[in-house]
């Protein structure tokens, strides 16, 4: 029988749970993700053969529409059908997909994504699929500092460290490379990606859903499978614990394997989520709260979005901080521990805010916003590791 995968400290698949993946991207059904390119302030024009060459289906059957199920992020450009903007769940048939077309925003380099669903008349994809373009290069170095500063910032001063928590509802910000293309330059296709989303039942729709399905299938965090399907629980509020799991696992951070050396005066915590909390401690990505009697790691706690920035901040241990003011509308109501977290944070794409411009640094995060986070961090560390560069990039974030 296939093992449950525990929804919090899962962090590889099961071979069972593989084996269920593999026939579910096998599906003759399910259409394939694809990728497109576009240089900076051009408008990338799709054909229906990008569509009609990414479907399987049925014997006998072909492409008769697609239904935008999620939009580009406003920030990185519009989805357009001729010259009006595309509303979420429009029907496009198969005839009219030349006339689609994505505008990106002025100066924006970096990702945009939409997801779409195939229809073949009596039948239909079961589950969406997404279109990643990249703007411009997609890299560009965050508010570079003078040459000669290479040293570490220091660390925010100690107050709510950080732990496991709800979800980010951010995406990234990115800034626009220094680059400029050359005239009248010709769109460009992009390599394939090489790992197609982990498909939850709970979250077909979900505008978090491709970060979440790209977690599951790097194997870095799996959902629950029950059935033979999988589940993510997206609007699950994260406790500080939650997020520090999910962290480590990001991070690559090893589980203690005894409790020596446990810093925490916190009493009737599982030795599972010490272990965790102790070994996060000892790499530097979270500090504790110091009171009256100690330090304590409060892991029932509900995760605030700038806890979680910080333990994040923490993780990145960015060589070059950003040096750009804080331009959120509640800026002055984000504590001093956090602001240098939340600002790198924001300046290297990993956070975006909300559609208001603010940052709203108290409030829970869940578990769907966590994993938008989650995966911006794991898409730059894999970036600077394979190029040596700081790269910005935004992924669809309409929530």
């Known amino acids: 029988m296939k093992k449950t995968i525990a929804l919090a400290m899962a962090l590889v698949f099961s071979l069972s749970g593989l084996s269920a993946f593999a026939e579910r991207i096998n599906d003759p059904l399910v259409a394939n993700d694809f990728t497109k390119s ?7 024009q799709f054909s229906a053969a990008d569509f009609t060459s990414s479907v399987n289906p049925p014997e006998g059957g072909a492409l008769v529409s697609v239904t935008i199920t999620q939009l580009t992020n406003g920030k990185a450009g519009t989805l357009r059908l001729g010259t009006e903007a595309i509303a979420k769940n429009a029907e496009i048939k198969t005839a009219d997909l030349g006339r689609l077309n994505f505008v990106p ?44 500063d290479t040293t570490e910032p220091p660390s ?60 599951g299938a790097e194997g870095i965090i799996v959902g629950e499978e029950i059935g033979g399907h999988f589940y993510f629980y997206p609007d699950k509020v994260l406790t500080r614990i939650d997020f520090i799991i999910l962290a480590n696992s990001i991070f690559g951070i090893k589980t203690k394997d005894s409790l020596e050396g446990n810093p925490f005066a916190d009493t009737d915590v599982p030795s599972y989520m010490l272990r965790q909390a102790i070994a996060a401690y000892e790499n530097g990505l979270i500090a504790g709260s110091p009171e009256a009697g100690g330090l304590y790691l409060r892991p029932f706690d509900r995760l605030t979005r700038a806890e979680a920035v910080k333990i994040l901040d923490n993780g990145l241990k960015l060589l070059y901080p ?55 961090v794991f898409k730059y560390r894999e970036k600077v590791r394979k190029t040596q560069s700081v790269f910005n990039e935004i992924f669809y974030g309409t929530r």
């Open 105 to 148: 925003a002025k100066d924006y380099t970096g990702e945009a994504i939409f997801t779409w669903n195939a229809s073949y008349g009596s039948s239909s994809s079961p589950y969406p699929s997404a279109v990643v373009i990249t703007i411009g290069d997609g890299a560009a170095t965050a508010s570079q500092p003078p040459a000669e």
């Open 156 to 215: 925010a001063s100690p107050t709510p460290t950080d732990t496991p928590a709800a979800e980010p509802t951010d995406t990234p910000a990115e800034t626009p490379p220094a680059e400029t293309p050359s005239a009248s330059p010709q769109p460009t296709e992009a390599p394939a990606p090489t790992q197609k989303p982990l498909q939850y039942e709970d979250m077909l729709t979900h505008w978090g859903a491709y970060a979440a399905g790209m977690l």
């Open 38 to 44: 576009t240089p900076k302030n051009t408008t990338l």
């Open 322 to 376: 950003a040096r750009d003011d804080l331009d959120f509308a509640d800026s002055d109501q984000i504590p001093g521990w956090a602001r240098d977290a939340v600002r790198n944070m924001e300046a290297y794409g990993i956070i975006r805010g909300y559609d208001d411009n603010t940052f709203r640094p108290y409030e829970s995060i869940n578990k769907a916003q966590a994993g938008e986070m989650l995966y911006q």
